[in-house]
């Protein structure tokens, strides 16, 4: 069996079952500080009527997924309102953080860089190791191992890292954090790296087999627009593998507001499965596979009683933590 980092790596005989992780333990320092200072720096924002509005920080949208202007309230956090839109499903903020705001937050914020902090927890470590081994499995199902993959919102590198000890990929990134870019540079070559958005990037005629998009959808305030870019750099029997939250988890159902992907200063969508197949539709894909991750997180530890059965019924109603989807071009 191989191993990486002293984790060894087994093979995967269904994809179906989530890679299952103990994390019934109080949340670690570096994870409560993140929440702790968004919450500071969502109040920092002036506020009129409990809502942030100056336009120099926000913009109103409609349904990204639908360019739809119905929709109805939800509740408000932090200053923000997240909505519903009425004919797609799908959830959002709709007072966002202007691009070019949280794109500067991205690169210089403490905040960003205690999300990245937890990555050298070693419990969060050995999760991640076996995620991306799980879907590096899958990868070959049906890619060459000599193709090109392409890592949007590359965070602090380590997927790319894995991939460049455990596979033959030719692998690009695209990463706008600037405490990581020489680490992932040094890995994927300069001219592979890329710090701007997916629409303003020029791959030189680069085609991809694979697009990776690991918890970036979410994020995205145009996300039709860069899902739509990604179709005309993938190849005709390419893949994108996009891992989002999903809204209608049971943590969610149990924790309400308080559950840590309800995060509006940075997640500015929040997708059902549905919503998340006309999202594909619209930009050109459909959905060639499906898989859950994370059926429970720490904090549903108290208001749960954790057994198979628990496992098996949030499987079953599609309540996992996050959701992956595999997409594939539309067939013509």
Same mark, same amino acid.
């Given at each position: 069996?191989?191993?990486?980092?002293?984790?060894?790596?087994?093979?995967?005989?269904?994809?179906?079952?989530?890679?299952?992780?103990?994390?019934?333990?109080?949340?670690?320092?570096?994870?409560?500080?993140?929440?702790?200072?968004?919450?500071?720096? *969502?109040?920092?924002?002036?506020?009129?009527?409990?809502?942030?509005?100056?336009?120099?920080?926000?913009?109103?949208?409609?349904?990204?997924?639908?360019?739809?202007?119905? +929709?109805?309230?939800?509740?408000?956090?932090?200053?923000?309102?997240?909505?519903?839109?009425?004919?797609?499903?799908?959830?959002?903020?709709?007072?966002?953080?202007?691009?070019?705001?949280?794109?500067?937050?991205?690169?210089?914020?403490?905040?960003?860089?205690?999300?990245?902090?937890?990555?050298?927890?070693?419990?969060?470590?050995?999760?991640?190791?076996?995620?991306?081994?799980?879907?590096?499995?899958?990868?070959?199902?049906?890619?060459?191992?000599?193709?090109?993959?392409?890592?949007?919102?590359?965070?602090?590198?380590?997927?790319?890292?894995?991939?460049?000890?455990?596979?033959?990929?030719?692998?690009?990134?695209?990463?706008?954090?600037?405490?990581?870019?020489?680490?992932? +540079?040094?890995?994927?070559?300069?001219?592979?790296?890329?710090?701007?958005?997916?629409?303003?990037?020029?791959?030189?005629?680069?085609?991809?087999?694979?697009?990776?998009?690991?918890?970036?959808?979410?994020?995205?305030?145009?996300?039709?627009?860069?899902?739509?870019?990604?179709?005309?750099?993938?190849?005709?029997?390419?893949?994108?593998?996009?891992?989002?939250?999903?809204?209608?988890?049971? *943590?969610?159902?149990?924790?309400?507001?308080?559950?840590?992907?309800?995060?509006?200063?940075?997640?500015?969508?929040?997708?059902?499965?549905?919503?998340?197949?006309?999202?594909?539709?619209?930009?050109?894909?459909?959905?060639?596979?499906?898989?859950?991750?994370?059926?429970?997180?720490?904090?549903?530890?108290?208001?749960?009683?954790?057994?198979?059965?628990?496992?098996?019924?949030?499987?079953?109603?599609?309540?996992?933590?996050?959701?992956?989807?595999?997409?594939?071009?539309?067939?013509?």
């Amino acid at each position: 069996m191989k191993s990486y980092k002293g984790i060894k790596l087994p093979t995967i005989k269904d994809f179906s079952v989530p890679i299952y992780v103990d994390n019934n333990k109080p949340r670690r320092e570096s994870t409560n500080r993140y929440f702790e200072e968004s919450f500071k720096e *969502a109040n920092s924002f002036l506020k009129v009527g409990g809502l942030i509005i100056d336009e120099k920080l926000v913009k109103f949208v409609d349904c990204p997924v639908c360019n739809s202007k119905n +929709k109805k309230e939800l509740f408000v956090k932090w200053g923000f309102r997240i909505s519903t839109c009425i004919d797609c499903n799908h959830s959002f903020v709709e007072n966002q953080l202007k691009s070019s705001v949280l794109e500067k937050l991205y690169a210089t914020s403490e905040i960003d860089e205690l999300f990245q902090e937890r990555s050298v927890d070693k419990d969060h470590m050995k999760y991640m190791i076996l995620f991306y081994n799980k879907y590096l499995q899958y990868f070959s199902k049906f890619i060459n191992k000599e193709g090109s993959l392409l890592d949007v919102g590359a965070g602090d590198g380590k997927f790319i890292e894995f991939l460049d000890a455990t596979s033959s990929y030719k692998l690009s990134a695209m990463e706008f954090s600037e405490k990581s870019a020489d680490f992932i +540079k040094n890995i994927v070559g300069e001219e592979n790296f890329y710090n701007t958005p997916i629409t303003n990037s020029d791959f030189k005629g680069e085609m991809f087999n694979i697009i990776t998009i690991w918890g970036v959808l979410e994020h995205m305030d145009s996300p039709l627009t860069e899902l739509s870019k990604c179709k005309e750099i993938l190849l005709k029997d390419g893949r994108i593998i996009a891992l989002v939250p999903n809204f209608e988890s049971r *943590a969610f159902k149990i924790l309400g507001i308080n559950t840590p992907t309800i995060n509006p200063r940075s997640h500015l969508q929040y997708y059902t499965y549905n919503s998340f197949e006309k999202l594909a539709d619209n930009a050109g894909f459909e959905i060639d596979a499906y898989f859950q991750e994370l059926p429970v997180i720490d904090l549903m530890y108290d208001f749960i009683c954790y057994s198979e059965e628990l496992i098996e019924s949030i499987l079953k109603d599609n309540e996992s933590y996050r959701s992956v989807y595999i997409l594939k071009h539309k067939a013509s």
